[in-house]
Every structure is written in structure tokens, then in C-alpha cells.
């Protein structure tokens, strides 16, 4: 069974930087699409960014875009978020999860495993 850990979140001041890894345990990391989402307090999960399984692909929640940036290296079973310029709204629980296909997608329900998640909070 798979399984995904998240790290990298933590306490930033806003404007500043974090990167989040996910390591994927197994070997078909390779052949699936994965996906960033978060979840504030008091609201519903939201899409933050996906990636195809090659890294040829990507999509970005309009909120993020300009700002954050997916990556993947499959050699080590990781994919990445960077997250540049954050802001006291970009506090969140973030959810690493792998697609069901290998083809880039944004909704919850297209992506069948999920990681416990890492906290990231941003200070005004």
C-alpha cells in the first residue's frame, strides 16, 4: 500500500519562502499525476496545484499561481511544492495526494491516496 509524507512546513513570516516535499513509498510513483491541496481553518479542501506523471504538466489554483511552483523528480519518489511570496491567506493544513491516472487533474475525487499533511502558517 502506498503511502505519502509530507514535510517542510513551519512558521513563515509573509513574503517569505517554504518548500513542502511528499515521499512516496513503492515503485509506481513514477506512473501517476500528483497534486498539492490545502485546508484552512473553518473551510473546505481546496485544489493548490497538480503535476503529470512526467513533470511535463502542470496546473495551478488561480490564487497560487505567479507564486507557487510544482516539481517532481521520480527518481526519488518525490514531488515538491515551492512556495514564494506567501501570505497570512495561504495558512493551511497542505495535502499531498497521487492522481488516479497519470494525467494532470484538480479535483478530489481523481485522486485515490492522500499523506497526513504539514501545517503551514504565515504571519502577518
Known amino acids: 500500500q502506498v503511502q505519502l509524507v509530507e514535510s517542510g512546513g513551519g512558521l513563515v513570516q509573509a513574503g517569505g519562502s517554504l518548500r513542502l516535499s511528499c515521499v512516496a513509498s513503492?515503485?509506481?510513483?513514477?506512473?501517476?499525476?500528483m497534486g498539492w491541496f490545502r485546508q484552512a481553518p473553518g473551510k473546505e479542501r481546496e485544489f493548490v496545484a497538480g503535476?503529470?506523471?512526467?513533470?511535463?504538466?502542470?496546473r495551478y489554483a488561480d490564487s497560487v499561481k505567479g507564486r507557487f511552483t510544482i516539481s517532481r523528480t521520480n527518481a526519488k519518489n518525490t514531488v515538491y511544492l515551492q512556495m514564494n511570496s506567501l501570505k497570512p491567506e495561504d495558512t493551511a493544513v497542505y495535502y499531498c495526494a497521487r492522481g488516479v491516472g497519470i494525467v494532470v487533474v484538480t479535483t478530489e475525487y481523481e485522486y485515490g491516496t492522500w499523506g497526513q499533511g504539514t501545517q503551514v502558517t504565515v504571519s502577518s
Open positions: 503535476i503529470n506523471w512526467s513533470g511535463g504538466s502542470t
Open positions: 513503492g515503485r509506481t510513483f513514477s506512473i501517476y499525476a
